[in-house]
């Protein structure tokens, strides 16, 4: 019977195309969860407040702020928590794995979907992390002797590599798909100006294996396609491990929101006050090419991207769109949600101050 049902969906998977197959997995949590009336299922529920963080690990909720962290289970049971004294919290989460961070602390946290993988206390203040495939992320600190340092660990908070950078400012970094290279968004001078790079290093060197410039500080970055990603203030850039460069210029509009998580492309919120606000979504690839765009006349709280889906989070309703901006879901009356998780199934966490529901389209 077991071997019969995994042919089943093989069979679903390959006939059907990988829309149905997503389809074919909500269905299956779909009839395992209780729902309300919108076909959301209220399956969190935690102490938050406004400036609490969110991630989905798995179908894990990870609820961060800097009095504690929280991790509920896909049942909705705590599975982790622990209190905190903390500033400004930040996480960064990717495959199932996430990191929990006081920005300039040496504090983190290094969670998966079952809960605490390791409590880290790193060697400097932390500016920024970032977590990749696989469970290997990148943390950008500031460390006694250097203007920033970059270390990179695997999965079970192990180092791999550590760079020492004496004469640019790192602002960020991300590792690669592949787990081989590292980039780092640099700031440096030239002639008195800034100049702003993305430096890349093989995770066996410390000299620089490439270097890709860029226009603009870097605001968020990670991997497209394959790419490194970085979201300036000016365009999205899309860098390969030798240097080579393709972006998508934001035509003098200003970002507003990106999401970075989609498979094989990049969204993006672009508001250009020149033509009196308004407001487009784009979708690009990682050649810098626009696959799609829409203008967009509701205010936007919240925009993700995950598998070939896109979430926005409007005012009164939650979208979830594909790559070619086409309607796959409308959820109406969301006034509770403060942030939006999508999932690549299709499926979304919708996560507001004190409890969270999963969106089962």
Same mark, same amino acid.
């Given at each position: =019977?077991?071997?019969?049902? #995994?042919?089943?969906?093989?069979?679903? *998977?390959?006939?059907?195309?990988?829309?149905?197959?997503?389809?074919?997995?909500?269905?299956?949590?779909?009839?395992?969860?209780? %729902?309300?009336?919108?076909?959301?299922? %209220? /399956?969190?529920?935690?102490?938050?407040?406004?400036?609490?963080?969110?991630?989905?690990?798995?179908?894990?909720?990870?609820?961060?702020?800097?009095?504690? +962290?929280?991790?509920?289970?896909?049942?909705?049971?705590?599975?982790?928590?622990?209190?905190?004294?903390?500033?400004?919290?930040?996480?960064?989460?990717?495959?199932?794995?996430?990191?929990?961070?006081?920005?300039?602390?040496?504090?983190?946290?290094?969670?998966?979907?079952? !809960?605490?993988?390791?409590? =880290?206390?790193?060697?400097?203040?932390? *500016?920024?992390?970032?977590?990749?495939?696989?469970?290997?992320?990148? #943390?950008?600190?500031?460390?006694?002797?250097?203007?920033?340092? #970059?270390?990179?660990?695997?999965? %079970?908070?192990?180092?791999?590599?550590?760079?020492?950078?004496?004469?640019?400012?790192?602002?960020?970094?991300?590792?690669?798909?592949?787990?081989?290279? =590292?980039?780092?968004?640099?700031?440096?001078?030239?002639?008195?100006? *800034?100049?702003?790079? @993305?430096?890349?290093?093989?995770?066996?060197?410390?000299?620089?294996?490439?270097?890709?410039? @860029?226009?603009?500080?870097?605001?968020? $970055?990670?991997?497209?396609?394959?790419?490194?990603?970085?979201?300036?203030?000016?365009? @999205?850039? *899309?860098? %390969?491990?030798?240097?080579?460069?393709?972006?998508?210029?934001?035509?003098?509009?200003?970002?507003?929101?990106?999401?970075?998580?989609?498979?094989?492309?990049?969204? #993006? /919120?672009?508001?250009?006050?020149?033509?009196?606000?308004?407001?487009?979504?784009? +979708?690009?690839?990682?050649?810098?090419?626009?696959?799609?765009? $829409?203008?967009?006349?509701?205010?936007?709280?919240?925009?993700?991207?995950?598998?070939?889906?896109?979430?926005?989070?409007?005012?009164?309703?939650?979208?979830?769109?594909?790559?070619?901006?086409?309607?796959?879901?409308?959820?109406?009356?969301?006034?509770?949600?403060?942030?939006?998780?999508?999932?690549?199934?299709?499926?979304?966490? @919708?996560? !507001?101050?004190?409890?969270?529901?999963?969106?089962?389209?």
């Amino acid at each position: =019977m077991v071997a019969a049902a #995994v042919l089943a969906v093989v069979a679903a *998977f390959v006939l059907l195309g990988r829309s149905a197959f997503d389809g074919l997995r909500r269905s299956l949590a779909y009839m395992q969860a209780e %729902k309300d009336e919108s076909g959301c299922a %209220k /399956l969190y529920q935690y102490s938050g407040d406004g400036t609490s963080c969110y991630a989905d690990l798995d179908g894990s909720l990870l609820v961060a702020s800097g009095q504690e +962290i929280t991790l509920l289970d896909d049942k909705g049971n705590t599975v982790y928590h622990t209190p905190l004294q903390a500033g400004q919290v930040a996480v960064t989460a990717e495959d199932g794995c996430a990191a929990v961070y006081e920005i300039g602390g040496k504090s983190l946290y290094l969670l998966d979907r079952k !809960g605490l993988v390791k409590e =880290m206390t790193l060697e400097g203040e932390i *500016f920024a992390a970032e977590m990749g495939r696989g469970g290997r992320f990148a #943390v950008t600190l500031k460390k006694t002797g250097y203007k920033t340092t #970059v270390s990179v660990y695997n999965g %079970k908070g192990e180092p791999l590599y550590d760079f020492n950078s004496a004469q640019s400012y790192l602002l960020t970094a991300a590792v690669s798909e592949n787990g081989k290279y =590292m980039a780092a968004a640099a700031m440096s001078q030239d002639n008195g100006s *800034f100049v702003s790079s @993305l430096q890349i290093y093989k995770l066996t060197s410390e000299t620089m294996a490439a270097e890709g410039t @860029l226009e603009g500080g870097v605001y968020e $970055m990670g991997t497209v396609g394959g790419r490194f990603c970085a979201a300036t203030d000016k365009a @999205l850039y *899309f860098v %390969k491990a030798d240097g080579t460069v393709t972006s998508y210029d934001y035509q003098g509009a200003s970002l507003s929101r990106c999401g970075l998580g989609a498979d094989k492309f990049a969204a #993006v /919120l672009l508001e250009n006050y020149a033509s009196g606000g308004q407001t487009h979504l784009a +979708i690009v690839n990682a050649a810098g090419e626009e696959i799609s765009s $829409m203008a967009v006349d509701s205010e936007v709280l919240d925009l993700s991207a995950a598998g070939r889906y896109v979430a926005v989070l409007y005012t009164s309703s939650l979208v979830i769109y594909d790559r070619n901006l086409r309607q796959c879901a409308v959820l109406e009356d969301v006034n509770f949600a403060r942030r939006v998780l999508m999932r690549s199934d299709g499926s979304a966490v @919708l996560a !507001g101050t004190n409890f969270a529901s999963l969106y089962l389209p």
